[in-house]
């Protein structure tokens, strides 16, 4: 369990992030929920990718104004979901990884704004 205290810190985040291995995180459905499920309409996309871009600057702030250890945290953690030795590359996987590794640069540029 992520939250069992007898694990140290690094274990749990690989615990956490496991799924993240394969498929981009994508999990088999559970017995009680449908297996097909309808396409996102255009109105519902747009307002994803709204929410995306909403989160993707809140975290660019949260991280601009966390300590040097959270930077490091974030960049660590893209190195749990980039593919393991062993496993097939997937795209979305990759693209995850390295969209973590953007998100900490673009913190780290907020911090070093001349006049802060």
């Not at 985040?13 to 017995?31: F, H, K, Q, T, V």
């Not at 396409?39 to 307002?47: A, G, I, M, S, W």
């Not at 749990?80 to 996987?93: D, N, Q, S, V």
Request: glycine share 6%; hydrophobic share 40%.
């Amino acid at each position: 369990m992520p939250g069992d205290p007898s694990l140290d810190a690094s274990e749990r985040r690989r615990r956490a992030l496991s799924r993240w291995d394969n498929e981009g995180g994508a999990i088999a459905p559970a017995p009680h929920e449908p297996a097909d499920v309808p396409d996102l309409t255009n109105t519902e996309l747009v307002q994803l990718r709204i929410r995306v871009i909403a989160l993707e600057n809140l975290m660019i702030a949260v991280l601009a104004q966390g300590s040097d250890r959270q930077l490091d945290l974030a960049r660590e953690m893209a190195s749990y979901i980039a593919p393991r030795h062993g496993f097939t590359e997937h795209p979305l996987t990759t693209q995850a990884a390295h969209r973590i590794t953007d998100l900490a640069d673009r913190a780290l540029h907020f911090r070093t704004l001349p006049g802060q």
